[in-house]
């Protein structure tokens, strides 16, 4: 039975198959004018991912994160394997994040900071789904809104 928390945050971690059946020609060539790459974004979500799910096991672990750190310049992933492996990486990621929820407890003291940082995963990576949505979406590799419900099915 699932505990408050994870009935809290249940969809919070949904990428809506953002990252699913990527290519390197896909992940490489971003619509004109965007700021970075797919596969630079990607990138950036693990590093920082890593970082918070670092501080969500140990709540003494307060070594703040530089953002610019996690930004990688290569804006190509070198082959098919590489992205496979670290979309693989990002999912296993997630699925530590719902473990590391359903171990909360009202009980502990550092309660409060983890839910801020659950809450502050879930921001961020909404905000960068969000751009890879929209990416993929002007370049054709993505359903438009009215055809999300069969996509996501």
């Known amino acids: 039975m699932p505990n408050q928390f994870e009935t809290l945050f249940d969809e919070s971690f949904d990428t809506f198959k953002v990252f699913d059946n990527l290519?390197?020609?896909e992940v490489d060539s971003p619509p004109a004018h965007s700021p970075k790459t797919i596969w630079q974004i990607?990138?950036?979500l693990t590093a920082w991912q890593g970082h918070q799910l670092a501080r969500l096991r140990n709540a003494g672990y307060n070594l703040q994160i530089d953002e610019d750190a996690t930004w990688i310049d290569?804006?190509?992933?070198?082959?098919q394997v590489e992205l496979d492996n670290k979309t693989v990486f990002f999912d296993q990621q997630l699925a530590d994040l719902k473990v590391e929820i359903q171990k909360f407890d009202m009980a502990d003291a550092g309660i409060i900071q983890k839910l801020?940082?659950?809450?502050?995963l879930s921001v961020h990576?909404?905000?960068?789904v969000g751009e890879v949505i929209l990416m993929r979406r002007i370049t054709g590799n993505y359903p438009l809104p009215h055809q999300m419900k069969d996509f996501l099915g």
Request: charged residues 10%; neutral net charge.
């Open 42 to 44: 990607i990138n950036h």
């Open 74 to 79: 290569n804006t190509n992933a070198a082959t």
């Open 116 to 120: 801020r940082l659950v809450q502050d």
């Open 125 to 128: 990576l909404s905000f960068h």
């Open 23 to 25: 290519t390197i020609s």
